[in-house]
């Protein structure tokens, strides 16, 4: 298969991993939160803005042109 042919490119695909993580990592915070029910500061506030800047960052990594 040729590399023209894939519809994004390598740093494209790296960045959508990088946000996967990011996205993990705010699910797992809101998981390992110790109040009932996840309604402490970490379920209510962190987690969830860190699981949003994921999503943020993949509809960057989405989006990403290469300057070639």
Do not use: C, R, W
């Amino acid at each position: 298969m040729d590399q023209n042919n894939l519809p994004f490119s390598k740093k494209n695909y790296l960045l959508m991993i990088i946000g996967i993580v990011i996205i993990t990592i705010g699910f797992l915070i809101i998981s390992l939160d110790g109040h009932p029910h996840g309604f402490g500061p970490m379920g209510l506030t962190i987690g969830p803005i860190i699981t949003l800047a994921g999503f943020i960052f993949e509809f960057y990594a989405i989006f990403y042109k290469s300057e070639k």
